[in-house]
């Protein structure tokens, strides 16, 4: 499902897909946000890897 990447927000990615899927999405880029801006306060990198490969495959 394309969403514009400045659209990007818990309500867009909560229609486009479901509430739980929507809300896991959000707290990765969330995260993904924090790594790319302050990588000093990520602890384990492993632990974003994993809930990323859920997340895609369940997509």
Not at 24 to 52: G, K
Request: hydrophobic share 45%; no cysteine; glycine share 6%.
């Amino acid at each position: 499902k394309g969403i514009a990447k400045e659209n990007i927000s818990l309500t867009v990615l909560n229609e486009a897909f479901g509430t739980a899927s929507g809300g896991r999405i959000n707290a990765l880029v969330e995260q993904l946000q924090l790594a790319l801006y302050a990588p000093n306060t990520m602890v384990s990198n492993d632990e974003w890897l994993n809930e990323f490969n859920a997340l895609w495959e369940q997509l």
